[in-house]
Structures are given as structure tokens and as C-alpha cells.
């Protein structure tokens, strides 16, 4: 890796750092679920407070309502919901998702909770800004001393931060005289907090945390300089989401497994028989182009041999369901795959157990269905048992089976960002990490 950390900035004494985190974390009912984020953020808000940085923490909180300002239109889903009603009904409709939004939004996506708990954690050394560039942060952030830190509200309370904004970045900027980013989830987001305030000049000295350092010494070089055989597991829905990761994996990995919902759409393209199956139609020619490359560089694609079936998608998705076990290829025209079977299971965990690298990113099946999570659990188990070997973990459900499977200390490296380490597997440039200072 050659962007600058912090532990190439030789004096943090009373610098003013803004930190881009990613306390992105569950909650129920105001209390926090998981704080893996959060704990995986302190080394670098530790380290700079030790050496008497004045620390400023930033982050956004879940999706807030984007009709908190007239500037964004609708959710997608409450869109959706309006223009499914009459059309003399519409405007109403909108206005009384604008008004719940406006009262619940911010109390539900607050970063306070956070807060406190990095006080807890931090010993009373945090202040929690109400809003992020007015009155109250200003204040705060002025009022912050050396080794103390600050924590801002949501930033996805302003659309200026998705849109870039150059005024709201401007603002962000002057608290600061050094920029650190540690949020990998949100690097691969060219939004003001990820990128623009270093891309439009107004941070000079941009460096990564540790938790990013870390994220791109793993993955990076497990993608560049792999050991062989080298195994890249893919799931997930669809194939669409897909395309430019398996393109670049099949250049570099010896074996590609391929499962989930978009092995159907593979399966079809082999001409089998996938019943009512998630299948992108549009995207059988490129399964096949795929394959034939895999054929072409002597590469291994691995497709599902068995699949577990039902009648209907489980509704709630955690319902109990009945299931039967076929080939992936022969599955009635009235059932669905919705799990690898347990031959594709043993398939799988065998090649994994081989392997001297391995990275997977995506479930095997509908995991949130303890009935239809047998597979990813399987894979789960494999690299936790592949010994010897470099195991990645690209984050999403895939890191979550391996929580909760207790796999998390078994594996070389579970990444915080699933969409970011996609488009690293992908081979693209992240804004975040691309936006950095270079080492010299």
C-alpha cells in the first residue's frame, strides 16, 4: 500500500483531525446491537489522542429520509408506495411520509447512542455535537482540547453530503488541519466526507487509519500477490451485481465457485432445467462468455451440483418452510432454489480446505432462513478449518455467518465494508482510498 497512515504524520501535538469513521451500526430501539464498527475504529482515535491530536469523528447513520430537505427526492420504497395509489390521493400520501419522516427520522438515526458509548470506551474524553456544521458542532469542535474528541450527528442528515456539496465541504474542512479516513464501508462513496473535501483542495494532508491500512494490506495483497491454489467464492442474488468482480477474479484465482442466486442464472446458461428460480435472463450470454473463459485460461468455475428447492420464497423469510434436495440441473418447474445442497456443500469445503488463499463475498443461500443457511454456513466452516491458508471474508452476510458461527477469530480477515471490497475484488479505484496523500 502506498497511501500515507498516520503514523507517518510525525507530530499530531494539538492538530485539529477530522476523522471519517463508519459507526454505521444496528440498533433496536436506541440501543446498539453489534459495536464491531465502533471497536474497530478506536486504535486510530486512540492512537492520535495519545499523541495530543484534537480528534473531530464523523460518520453517517443508516439512510436517513432524504425529504429532510427539499434538495432529494422520496425514498425508492416511498415512491413506490405513492405512485401506487390513485392519483387524487398522491400528494396527500407524500406529505404525511414528509411529516412522520421529519419527526422520526432524526431520533432514529442519531449517532448519540455512538457517542455514549465512546465515551464509555474512552473514559469520558467524548462530547457529542447535535448537529454537524451549525451552531452546536462550531462550538464543540472550538471548545475541543488536546486528546479529547468530538463526535458530529449524522451527516446524512444534510444532502449536501451525498451531493458533494462545495459550501458544506467547506465547512467540514475548517475543522480540521489534518484528514484521516478509517471508514472503509464508505470508501468506495465519492461523497463530501470520503473524498470531496481532499478532492476539491481544501485538505492538503489526507492519510488512512488503521482499519483501512489494514483493509488494503490484506486484501490488496492477497489479490496481487497470492498464493496458490487461490479460491474466490462468489454468491449473492444476482448476476448483475456481479459482473465486473467474477471478469477480474477469473484472471487471477485458480478455482471460482460460484453460488447463491446467481448460480441459476449460470445453471440456465449450461442449459439446465432451474424451475422458478432468480434468474436474469439478460445476463445468460455473459454466463455463458464466462464460462467459456474460465474453459479458455484453464481455470476451474465451480456450479452447484445439488440444490435444496421449495415451492415458495418463506414469507416472513425466517418462516418455517418444507424442503427437498435435487440436482441443480433438474429442478421442477414449479420450485424455487433457494440453498446449495449438501453434495455441493462437501464439493465446496473440499476445494476451500486445499486452497492457500481464499476470499468469498456473499451468502450461499437465503441465509436470513435458519432452514436455508445450511450452505453458507458450510462455507463458513470450511475456511474457518482451511489451515495454513489466507481466508478473506468481503464483509455483508458473509461476515455476519462468520459472527455468528464464532468463525470471526479463525479466518486471516473479515472486512467492514461489503460494497467497498466488491469493487476492490472488482479491481477498481476507491474514491476514498485514491483521494489520500501518497507515501513519498
Given at each position: 500500500m502506498n497511501k500515507m497512515t498516520v503514523k507517518d504524520i510525525k507530530d499530531w501535538q494539538g492538530k485539529r483531525v477530522l476523522v471519517r469513521c463508519d459507526f454505521n451500526v444496528p440498533m433496536k430501539d436506541g440501543v446498539i446491537t453489534d459495536e464491531n464498527r465502533i471497536i474497530g475504529a478506536l486504535p486510530t482515535i486512540k492512537y492520535l489522542m495519545e499523541h495530543g491530536a484534537k480528534v473531530i469523528l464523523c460518520s453517517h447513520m443508516g439512510k436517513p429520509h432524504s425529504i429532510l430537505s427539499d434538495e432529494v427526492k422520496l425514498t425508492k420504497k416511498d415512491q413506490k408506495k405513492i405512485d401506487a395509489l390513485p392519483e387524487e390521493e398522491r400528494e396527500a400520501a407524500k406529505q404525511a411520509i414528509i411529516e412522520k419522516a421529519k419527526k422520526?427520522?432524526?431520533k432514529k438515526l442519531t449517532l448519540?447512542?455512538?457517542?455514549?458509548?465512546?465515551?464509555?470506551?474512552?473514559?469520558?474524553k467524548v462530547t457529542f455535537a447535535h448537529d454537524v456544521v451549525g451552531p452546536d458542532a462550531q462550538a464543540k469542535v472550538a471548545a475541543c482540547k488536546e486528546g479529547e474528541c468530538v463526535l458530529l450527528e449524522n451527516l446524512r442528515f444534510h444532502w449536501e453530503?451525498?451531493?458533494?456539496?462545495?459550501?458544506?465541504?467547506?465547512?467540514?474542512?475548517?475543522?480540521?488541519?489534518?484528514?484521516?479516513n478509517d471508514a472503509f464501508g464508505t470508501a468506495h462513496r465519492s461523497h463530501a466526507s470520503t473524498?470531496?473535501?481532499?478532492?476539491?483542495?481544501?485538505v492538503k494532508t489526507a492519510v488512512c487509519g488503521f482499519l483501512i491500512e489494514k483493509e488494503l494490506t490484506v486484501m490488496a495483497d492477497a489479490l496481487e500477490h497470492p498464493v496458490h491454489p487461490f479460491v474466490a467464492i462468489l454468491g449473492g442474488a444476482k448476476v448483475a451485481d456481479k459482473l465486473g468482480v467474477i471478469n477480474n477474479l477469473l484472471e487471477k484465482c485458480d478455482t471460482l465457485i460460484i453460488g447463491g442466486g446467481m448460480a441459476y442464472?449460470?445453471?440456465?446458461?449450461?442449459?439446465?432445467?432451474?424451475?422458478?428460480?432468480?434468474?436474469?435472463?439478460?445476463?445468460?450470454?455473459?454466463?455463458?462468455?464466462?464460462?467459456?473463459?474460465?474453459?479458455?485460461?484453464?481455470k476451474e468455475l465451480l456450479l452447484p451440483i445439488d440444490t435444496v428447492?421449495?415451492?415458495?420464497?418463506?414469507?416472513?423469510?425466517?418462516?418455517?418452510?418444507?424442503?427437498?434436495?435435487?440436482?441443480?440441473?433438474?429442478?421442477?418447474?414449479?420450485?424455487?432454489?433457494?440453498?446449495?445442497?449438501?453434495?455441493?456443500?462437501?464439493?465446496?469445503?473440499?476445494?476451500?480446505?486445499?486452497?492457500?488463499?481464499?476470499?468469498?463475498?456473499?451468502?450461499?443461500?437465503?441465509?436470513?432462513?435458519?432452514?436455508?443457511a445450511a450452505g453458507t454456513i458450510a462455507v463458513a466452516q470450511a475456511l474457518a478449518?482451511?489451515?495454513?491458508?489466507?481466508?478473506?471474508v468481503g464483509g455483508g452476510d458473509s461476515a455476519a455467518a462468520c459472527a455468528q458461527l464464532g468463525f470471526a477469530d479463525?479466518?486471516?480477515?473479515?472486512?467492514?465494508?461489503?460494497?467497498?471490497?466488491?469493487?476492490?475484488?472488482?479491481?477498481?479505484?476507491?474514491?476514498?482510498?485514491?483521494?489520500?496523500n501518497d507515501k513519498n
Open positions: 422520526d427520522e432524526p448519540e447512542p455512538v457517542a455514549k458509548r465512546l465515551n464509555e470506551l474512552l473514559v469520558g453530503e451525498e451531493k458533494k456539496d462545495l459550501e458544506f465541504c467547506k465547512k467540514l474542512a475548517s475543522y480540521c488541519d489534518i484528514y484521516v473524498a470531496a473535501i481532499v478532492e476539491y483542495g481544501l442464472t449460470f445453471l440456465k446458461a449450461k442449459g439446465g432445467s432451474v424451475g422458478t428460480s432468480l434468474v436474469d435472463d439478460e445476463k445468460i450470454d455473459y454466463c455463458k462468455e464466462m464460462m467459456q473463459k474460465a474453459k479458455d485460461m484453464g428447492i421449495t415451492k415458495d420464497f418463506p414469507d416472513p423469510i425466517d418462516a418455517p418452510i418444507e424442503t427437498s434436495v435435487v440436482p441443480s440441473t433438474e429442478i421442477p418447474a414449479d420450485m424455487m432454489g433457494l440453498d446449495i445442497g449438501p453434495k455441493t456443500r462437501e464439493l465446496f469445503a473440499d476445494k476451500i480446505k486445499s486452497a492457500k488463499t481464499v476470499i468469498w463475498n456473499g451468502p450461499m443461500g437465503v441465509f436470513e432462513n435458519p432452514i436455508l478449518d482451511a489451515k495454513g491458508a489466507t481466508t478473506i479463525k479466518v486471516t480477515h473479515i472486512s467492514t465494508g461489503g460494497g467497498a471490497s466488491l469493487e476492490l475484488f472488482e479491481g477498481k479505484v476507491l474514491p476514498g482510498i485514491a483521494c489520500l
